[in-house]
């Protein structure tokens, strides 16, 4: 099998999400920034700030618009 397959060309994308990762991995960058800001200064309310911004950008983001979609 590994006769028929082009190692420089992977998978084509299928579907319809065709998303530009750059706003997700900002989102989680800026959502681990703010989670350590709020560690170190002892702030219960900052660190859930940074976690939801994590879980947003990984999970709740991707899926709603792959279902709106």
């Not at 190692?7 to 706003?23: C, E, K, L, M, N």
């Not at 989670?35 to 702030?43: D, P, T, Y």
Request: hydrophobic share 55%.
């Amino acid at each position: 099998m590994s006769d028929f397959l082009d190692p420089g060309r992977g998978p084509d994308q299928r579907g319809a999400f065709r998303v530009s990762p750059t706003i997700f991995l900002l989102l989680a960058i800026g959502g681990f920034v703010v989670g350590a800001f709020g560690h170190l200064i002892s702030s219960r309310a900052i660190v859930a700030l940074g976690i939801a911004m994590i879980f947003l950008s990984t999970v709740f983001i991707p899926i709603f618009l792959n279902i709106t979609h």
